[in-house]
């Protein structure tokens, strides 16, 4: 049974820190691409990061570069996100995600996503 299971969400002050983890078992993890993505109500889910599946090569969209860092440790088949410097506008549902093609065919799986608050 494939599952990703995030942690680490909670409530923070602006300018605190916070680290995700996705822990993902039923799949070959090293295999996969990960992502994280954020959603605020009414909006639509937005990449974050990515990482591709050895871990060499990594992304992040515009508005978290320089504070938020995408890593893996495919030996635990873990997947995290270090946040730093926080802003209230990065208070979202935050998304582990997994994907990869094979044989022109996609596998894709979502954890259940961790609540992160930045406010004072």
């Known amino acids: 049974q494939v599952q990703l299971v995030e942690s680490g969400g909670g409530s923070v002050q602006p300018g605190g820190s916070l680290r995700l983890s996705c822990a993902a078992s039923g799949f070959t993890f090293s295999s996969y691409v990960m992502k994280w993505y954020r959603q605020v109500p009414g909006k639509e889910r937005d990449v974050v990061a990515a990482?591709?599946?050895?871990?060499?090569?990594?992304n992040y969209a515009d508005s978290v570069k320089g504070r938020f860092t995408i890593s893996r440790d495919n030996a635990k088949n873990t997947v995290y996100l270090q946040m730093n410097s926080l802003k209230p506008e990065d208070t979202a549902v935050y998304y582990c995600?997994?994907?990869?093609?094979?044989?022109?065919?996609?596998?894709?799986?979502w954890g259940q996503g961790t609540q992160v608050t930045v406010s004072s």
């Open positions: 995600n997994a994907e990869r093609v094979f044989f022109s065919r996609s596998y894709v799986y």
């Open positions: 990482i591709t599946s050895a871990g060499g090569s990594t």
